[in-house]
């Protein structure tokens, strides 16, 4: 079906799947659903019974982003590693859904949105008879940890640029700029894999991450080298995933965006400080649904 910039969308049925965490190393099996007008995208953790086991996704409700992005309750109740099923909704303008899944973190699949992608084209999307909100950016907000910075200002569509600089020949100095739309979003960023250090992964299975990652589900560099045998999937791959990362823990703000995000040597942390930011400065944003004229001109 053709997607309607005006209108709400959710899945036509339901999509079921299953894989293992990155970070957990646990089995999850997935149920995503369609889900009513005005619901957003709620998670459920059905393996919990004693407690409230919905989390809504937003801003306020990441928890911790570091290596993934965590969302929670006020029960306690958390979904690790949200980002790129985040990015593939987002991508595809599902607005409502609710994704059942019975452990704490969301399948890694191959690290990149591409399966979640293909799962959700199989059961197809429903328009919904509510009109679609979006976003608009009105005035530049900042947020800056050093060297790093992740800001959002005004733009005509949805544009997102994004720079990493890292030690490693294999990556080096990487930026990318695309306006993004579910075409460019498809063909530009939905199979770019997360990626790590080797000499990373033994810290971070001490602090129980990483205890499912392998070269089957993200890049793995030893120093200046790719170990993954096939290689990268584009020179900049590195570079892309990150800006993959940013449409899905932008998505946290439940609309879509009419603005530019830009990113250096940004992260899950800055990229949700500054849709926090964005939300504590009402006059740097307002909400607004699409006329024909200005859907035309975006």
Partial sequence: MSISAYHQHTVAGPAIFAGIGLHTGEHVRVCIRPAGIDCGIQFVRTDIKDRDNQVRVTPAAVVRTQLGTVIGNADGVTVSTIEHLMAALAALSIDNAIVELDGPEAPILDGSSQPFIEIL??????RQEAARQYIEILDRVDVVDGDKRASLEPGEGFEVAFEIVFDSAAIGRQ????????????????DCRTFGFLHDVEALRAIGLARGGSMENAVVLDGDRILNPEGLRRPDEFVRHKALDAVGDLYALGMPLIGRFEGVCAGHGLNNQVVRALLKNPQ?????????????AV
């Fill in 284 to 296: 740097s944003w307002r909400v607004r649904t699409l006329s024909l004229q200005f859907a035309e």
């Fill in 175 to 190: 930026a990318v700029d695309l306006v993004i739309d579910e075409a460019s979003f498809r063909s530009e960023l939905a």
């Fill in 121 to 126: 084209d199989r059961v197809g999307r429903r």
